[in-house]
């Protein structure tokens, strides 16, 4: 069965997106959550690339523009999930998902 | 053409699983990192070259120093970086939950017909007949992305590096130290 490149990597994105949801359910480690959902985004950018590549002719950087921003947001949001990572740490002394359970420091 | 996607989804699949099931978080890092390096490569197999090098440059340079930094600063001891196993009923129902959800999206995506998707100029193919119809790759140049970016996405450029400003700040307000009573706190 040959499929046609554009369900190819939507197939491929969402095996990313899956696998990031199984990496921010499964495990209990916060850097680790943090980091199934950086794939997650990952994954979506992924789309839009294949969009872009393969969709409808629209103006030519558009998909381009949408994953430039994109990317910007997720730096953004991986800095201060880790620098939240680094406070809970510094509250708790451990940065397992269970025993973050309080917000009183 | 299709067989360098199926190998570079392969790799980045590949990695990014084994990275998430790792008990050694320093491991986990840089197989993620390899991930990351897979995203990119497939920027560059479907033409967007400008992307796959901020990809690089964004998550392969810096978001991997600051996971990799985050990991090493919440560590008890020198070698606290192989954390205890998780619940294996939790790692269960989230592999079912993965592969429930995978499953809705392959099927979604196996039972649309793309070919109407396909550019105007172009007649899409009867299904079935193993041949792609081809599709001239659009092009963004780095200078149409530049020109693009300093006129009609102008706005959210603004936006977008107050953001980052404000993320950042409240990054270092939220990690750095507060005062003298919680240095006297930490050990």
């Known amino acids: ?105 | 053409m299709t067989a360098a996607l199926v190998l570079i989804a392969v790799f980045t699949l590949a990695t990014a699983a084994v990275a998430l099931s790792l008990r050694n978080l320093i491991h986990s890092a840089l197989l993620l990192i390899a991930s990351w390096f897979g995203i990119a490569a497939f920027y560059l197999w479907a033409g967007a070259e400008f992307v796959a090098f901020a990809q690089v440059l964004v998550y392969v340079g810096a978001v991997s120093m600051v996971v990799l930094f985050a990991v090493l600063l919440t560590r008890r001891s020198r070698a606290d970086t192989v954390i205890a196993p998780d619940s294996v009923a939790r790692a269960i129902s989230a592999v079912i939950t993965g592969i429930a959800v995978f499953g809705v999206l392959g099927a979604a995506i196996l039972n649309t017909s793309f070919a109407r998707l396909s550019p105007a100029g172009v007649p899409p193919l009867p299904s079935g007949t193993g041949v792609s119809p081809v599709i001239s790759a659009p092009t963004a140049t780095v200078r149409d992305i530049g020109m693009q970016l300093m006129s009609t996405h102008a706005a959210a450029l603004l936006i977008i590096g107050i953001l980052l400003t404000v993320a950042l700040l409240g990054a270092v307000v939220l990690a750095a130290q507060d005062g003298p009573e919680s240095k006297q706190e930490s050990p």
Request: some cysteine.
């Open chain 1, 1 to 105: 069965m040959s499929l046609d490149p554009l369900p190819l990597c939507l197939l491929f994105s969402s095996a990313l997106f899956c696998l990031g949801l199984i990496g921010a359910l499964a495990r209990s480690n916060t850097i680790l959550v943090l980091l199934g959902i950086e794939l997650m985004l990952n994954a979506a950018n992924l789309n839009f690339i294949a969009f872009w590549r393969y969709g409808p002719v629209t103006s030519p950087a558009t998909g381009v523009m949408f994953v430039i921003f994109s990317i910007a947001v997720a730096a953004a949001e991986a800095a201060v999930g880790l620098a939240l990572i680094i406070a809970v740490y510094r509250h708790q002394k451990n940065i397992r998902l269970q025993e973050a359970n309080r917000l009183k420091g």
